[in-house]
């Protein structure tokens, strides 16, 4: 019954340091949406996507995405049946739209959610997803100088307008039982013994953490629920932030296949038929490597 009631007390404190700042960072990003923000943002870079000498369409598109990968993507569709682009066109516009379609995640996934939850190791795996979106935006922008034609097109950047105390108890309303019943399971297993049996199972693995293997184990099922499960092995410590990294990591590894399958796949295909496979495959490579590198680099050097 001890065992029990201490880990209700640390999930509770768990959630009373975390779900305010999660509620803040919620309505913040729901509140600077709802003013225009972000569509302010998208319109002034755009004279700095010009400087790129790219397709002004690829310029719109990228700048759409900053706000809405939805409609940066159905932009282009309706481009390229218009015949505005082509298909390699839209390929290499798809890989330079993978650091405004991060960016999109740092204000409604990452500085809400992620960071406020891991803290520095939050912060870690918010750099190594930026790290892979830029070299895969740079790998498009070579692509799309040599694929460019000189067809213009104004494209106006779509608004979206949100209420945020909704939006925010709406949020909170799915996180919080997650939150409470993710942690409050890890806290008391950790309690019982479970994740030092877990060390002993997997401890002909000599070259990370077996916590790693768990944390991949669940993000296969469900991202957040993994971010959720890091941080209470680090409350308990029982995880490295370097190993908490390199298993969101692994997880996103081993689950690139499925997740295109069920997020990616439906879209860019509903949009661009085949085409649609062709894109979502050469990114879910790409991302695959970068994020086998990048693990490797932090077990070797870090």
Not at 117 to 138: E, M, N, P, Q
Not at 152 to 171: A, R, Y
Not at 193 to 205: A, P, S
């Amino acid at each position: 019954m001890q065992p029990l009631l201490e880990s209700l007390e640390s999930t509770l404190i768990f959630l009373l340091k975390t779900v305010p700042i999660i509620a803040i960072s919620f309505y913040l990003v729901s509140y600077s949406i709802n003013k225009g923000f972000m569509q302010k943002l998208a319109l002034k870079i755009q004279p700095f996507l010009r400087r790129l000498n790219l397709n002004p369409i690829t310029i719109a598109s990228i700048a759409t995405c900053f706000v809405s990968p939805t409609a940066a993507y159905s932009m282009l569709s309706q481009a390229l049946k218009e015949k505005k682009i082509d298909e390699r066109e839209v390929i290499a516009t798809s890989f330079l739209n993978s650091f405004p379609s991060m960016f999109s995640h740092l204000y409604t996934f990452f500085v809400p959610f992620v960071i406020p939850i891991l803290g520095w190791a939050g912060v870690i795996y918010s750099i190594t997803r930026f790290g892979v979106a830029i070299v895969k935006s740079v790998i498009g922008y070579f692509m799309a100088l040599k694929w460019k034609k000189d067809d213009t097109k104004i494209v106006t950047i779509e608004e979206k307008k949100l209420d945020p105390f909704k939006t925010t108890v709406n949020n909170l309303r799915r996180v919080i039982p997650m939150m409470f019943f993710t942690f409050f399971i890890v806290n008391l297993l950790s309690k019982y013994g479970i994740f030092n049996e877990l060390r002993e199972v997997f401890k002909f693995i000599t070259f990370f953490d077996p916590n790693v293997i768990a944390i991949a184990t669940i993000e296969f099922v469900n991202v957040r629920a993994a971010v959720i499960f890091a941080a209470g092995l680090l409350e308990a410590a029982k995880i490295e932030p370097k190993w908490v990294v390199v298993g969101l990591l692994l997880g996103n590894v081993i689950s690139f296949s499925t997740r295109s399958v069920k997020h990616s796949l439906p879209m860019h295909v509903s949009l661009f038929g085949k085409l649609g496979v062709k894109i979502v495959l050469l990114n879910s490579i790409v991302t695959f490597i970068l994020d086998v590198i990048i693990i490797a680099i932090l077990i070797l050097f870090l």
